[in-house]
C-alpha cells in the first residue's frame, strides 16, 4: 500500500520510474562475460545503483575506465570508514593503497555487505584496472595515492575549521572531480578542465553528503564519524553528538542552516564546470549527481529531520525489483542539456529559498548564495525550454487508471523477462 500510495501521489514519477526500469534492464545485458568485468560491473550496481545507470550510458572505453575508478577509491572509502579497523593498520593500507591496485591477488576483509564482499574479493577489480590503457591507469593510481594520503592525515586529525572542512572534502571527493576530469581528457572527449572548478564539483557533492548522513554518521559504531566542523557547530552545542537530541532541535536546525549555506558557496562554479562540457554522454554523467545535491540541499534546510533519519529527495519505491526514488528518476530522466541543469538548479534554489526564515542567524548570507545561483540562471536564458520541478503540470490523472497503467506495465515487463529466460 505504501507504494501504490508513492505513485498516486506522485503520477508525475511513473514515466521516467518505467523508463529508468528499462534502463535498468537494458544495462543488465551490458554486462561484459569475462568474470573480472563482469564482478565490476555487478558490483558498480549493488554500490551505487541510479549512477551506475550513468556510468553505462558512456563510450565503452570511458565507462570501463570510469567504473575501475569508482570501484578502486569505493574500495579505499571502505577502508577509511570502517572505524573497527586499528589506526596502525588502517594508515599505511590507505598511504600504500594506489600500489595495490597493481597486486592481482591484494585484498583486505573489511567494510560490511555489498563493500565486504568488493573488499573480499578486490583481485577482480585489480585485474580490469591493468587491462585499462596507460594513460587512464596513470590518472587513477596518482589520484588513489592522493587521495590516501589526505584520508591517513584525517584519521589523526580532526575536522576544526572551516579550512580543515574543506581541505577533507578536497582529500575525498574534489580529487574526484581532478580524476574524471583527467579520464575525460586521456579519451580524448573534453578538454581537462580547471582544478578550482572540478574541487568545486567534487566537494558540493561531498558537503551535500555530510550534512545528509549526519545522523548515520554519528551514530556510527564502534566509534562515530565526525566530519561537520568544529568551527561551526560549536557555536550551538558543546559536543556534536548534542545536536541529535530532542533538547536541542532549534540550534541542531540552526547549525544545519548554516552548513547548507557554505555549502551553496559551490554551486555557482558547478554550473560553470557543467557548461564547458561537450559530450552528451559525459555532460549526463556530471550533471544528474550535481541536480541530485542541490535538491538534497533543499530538502535538509531548514529541515529538523535531518537529526532524525536520513533525508532523501523523496522516499524510495520498490518497482519491479528495482529501488528508485521518484523524484530521482525524474532528475535522471529530464537532465540532459544546460537548460535542464539551470532549470533544475533554480527550481530547487527557489524551494530552498522559501524554506529560508529572517529570523535566522545567517539569513542574509544564505539568501546571497541562493540569489548568485539564481542570477546565474536566468542569465543563461534557458529557463523556458524546460520543465519545472516546483510547478505541476501536465494533466491530473485519475487515480483508477493510474492503477491499471502500472499494473499492466508490470505484466507486460514480467512477461518480456520471462520470455528472454
Given at each position: ?102 597486486d592481482r ?78 579520464l575525460f ?169 522559501s524554506k ?66
Amino acid at each position: 500500500m505504501g507504494i501504490l500510495r508513492a505513485i498516486l501521489k506522485h503520477p508525475e514519477d511513473i514515466y521516467p520510474l518505467l523508463k529508468l526500469k528499462v534502463a535498468a534492464r537494458y544495462a543488465e545485458k551490458q554486462i561484459p562475460s569475462q568474470p573480472h568485468w563482469a564482478f565490476c560491473y555487478i558490483m558498480l550496481h549493488k554500490v551505487s545503483r541510479s549512477f551506475s545507470l550513468v556510468i553505462k550510458q558512456l563510450p565503452v572505453e570511458l565507462r570501463d575506465a570510469i567504473c575501475i575508478f569508482y570501484l578502486v577509491l569505493r574500495a579505499l572509502d571502505t577502508v577509511e570508514d570502517d572505524t573497527s579497523v586499528a589506526t596502525e593498520v588502517k594508515v599505511p593500507i590507505l598511504m600504500s593503497f594506489h600500489r595495490h591496485v597493481y597486486d592481482r591477488e591484494w585484498h583486505f576483509s573489511c567494510g560490511t555487505k555489498d563493500y565486504k564482499v568488493l573488499m573480499d574479493q578486490f583481485h577482480h577489480v585489480s585485474t580490469a584496472f591493468l587491462e585499462l590503457g596507460k594513460h587512464y591507469k596513470e590518472a587513477i593510481e596518482d589520484i588513489t595515492m592522493r587521495m590516501g594520503a589526505g584520508m591517513a592525515k584525517f584519521i589523526y586529525k580532526e575536522v576544526e575549521t572551516i579550512d580543515d572542512y574543506d581541505e577533507y572534502c578536497h582529500h575525498v571527493a574534489g580529487l574526484v572531480g581532478l580524476g574524471l576530469s583527467k579520464l575525460f581528457h586521456a579519451s580524448g572527449k573534453e578538454d581537462v578542465a580547471s582544478d578550482s572548478l572540478c574541487n568545486s564539483m567534487g566537494l558540493f557533492l561531498q558537503k551535500t553528503n555530510i550534512i545528509r548522513d549526519y545522523l548515520e554518521d554519528i551514530n556510527e559504531v564502534p566509534k562515530c564519524r565526525m566530519f561537520w566542523p568544529r568551527q561551526i557547530w560549536s557555536k550551538y552545542v558543546d559536543k556534536l553528538e548534542d545536536l541529535k537530541y530532542e533538547r536541542n532541535s532549534v540550534k541542531a536546525v540552526q547549525c544545519l542552516n548554516e552548513m547548507v549555506t557554505n555549502a551553496l558557496s559551490h554551486a555557482e562554479d558547478c554550473l560553470t564546470f557543467l557548461s564547458t562540457l561537450r559530450d552528451p554522454a559525459i555532460f549526463r554523467f556530471c550533471a544528474i549527481p550535481q541536480v541530485m545535491a542541490i535538491g538534497t540541499l533543499a530538502k535538509c534546510y531548514n529541515n529538523i529531520e535531518v537529526f532524525r533519519g536520513v533525508v532523501k529527495m523523496r522516499r524510495v519505491i520498490k518497482m519491479l525489483g528495482f529501488f528508485f526514488l521518484g523524484l530521482t528518476a525524474q532528475v535522471i530522466d529530464r537532465t540532459r542539456n544546460m537548460a535542464d541543469v539551470y532549470g533544475a538548479f533554480f527550481d530547487f534554489s527557489c524551494i530552498l529559498k522559501s524554506k529560508v526564515e529572517y529570523k535566522d542567524l545567517h539569513v542574509a548570507k544564505t539568501l546571497k548564495r541562493l540569489e548568485v545561483i539564481l542570477r546565474t540562471c536566468k542569465n543563461s536564458g534557458t529557463l523556458n525550454k524546460r520543465k519545472s520541478f516546483v510547478i505541476k503540470s501536465g494533466p491530473n490523472y485519475n487515480s483508477t487508471f493510474v492503477v491499471v497503467l502500472v499494473v499492466l506495465v508490470a505484466i507486460l515487463l514480467g512477461y518480456q523477462s520471462g520470455n528472454r529466460t
